[in-house]
């Protein structure tokens, strides 16, 4: 079964400052989602992760994807306020028949303080 | 070009009814997947349909729930006989074909029972 890790689960971060969200995955995969979701909102995808080594950016967000070490990061250069929200990161099986079915992991809340 | 359109946005209902939630995916799209989201925690897989098909229910409880996706019309999910416990938010997604295609989430639905 596979099993998707994200940490921190709770990030309060300041204004201006880094920080890096990490998601673990349990069985191979090649390809990985990254969504944002605001309260009582639906999920925004950020970015996909097709290979290994993957690097996509966005604004002050970069999401990497290194597959023989099942890790994803999510990378937050100089926080706003706007960027307080849920970030999940999801992972397709890419085996067995299931390479449709997203596995999440439980979210990192991120807020950001001035 | 609409996205993913859910409805209602909230439904409330008392234990013993039931719940029809419906889904019409984006334009172009033929698959159709619902999820759901308890509190605080990850969106959980629950079933995935093409036009008249249901591909993969594994996700679904086994009693009371069910999902269908006509020829016409938009994706179903009902749930009988309601419990306190199906009180969470869910959320149709739809998708294109082919690697690397996204997922494109609905505004969810969010069920409270009472």
């Known amino acids: 079964e596979l099993k998707v890790e994200q940490n921190p689960l709770f990030l309060s971060m300041q204004e201006g400052k880094n920080y890096t969200i990490y998601c673990n995955y349990s069985t191979t995969s090649d390809r990985l989602y990254w969504y944002r979701q605001d309260p009582g909102k639906s999920l925004e995808s950020l970015f996909v992760?097709?290979?290994?080594?993957a690097v996509k950016q966005e604004g002050r967000l970069m999401a990497s994807l290194d597959t023989k070490a099942r890790l994803s990061t999510l990378h937050i250069t100089a926080a706003v306020h706007d960027l307080s929200a849920t970030y999940f990161c999801?992972?397709?099986?890419?085996?067995?028949?299931?390479?449709?079915?997203?596995?999440f992991g439980k979210g990192t809340l991120l807020t950001v303080n001035p | 070009n609409a996205g993913v359109m859910q409805n209602p946005r909230h439904l409330v209902r008392r234990r013993g009814q039931e719940a029809r939630l419906r889904c019409s995916p984006m334009?172009?799209?033929?698959?159709v997947y619902w999820y759901r989201q308890l509190p605080e925690e990850g969106l959980k897989f629950m079933v995935y349909l093409q036009k008249e098909n249901i591909i993969d229910e594994s996700g679904m409880p086994k009693e009371r729930f069910s999902a269908e996706f006509p020829k016409e019309g938009p994706s179903i999910l009902r749930i009988q006989q309601v419990v306190r416990g199906d009180s969470a938010a869910y959320f149709c997604a739809s998708s294109g074909t082919g690697i690397g295609y996204g997922y494109t989430f609905g505004s969810g639905t969010r069920l409270t029972v009472v």
């Open positions: 999801a992972v397709v099986l890419n085996s067995g028949g299931s390479n449709y079915k997203l596995t």
């Open positions: 992760l097709l290979s290994n080594g």
């Open positions: 334009k172009g799209h033929s698959h």
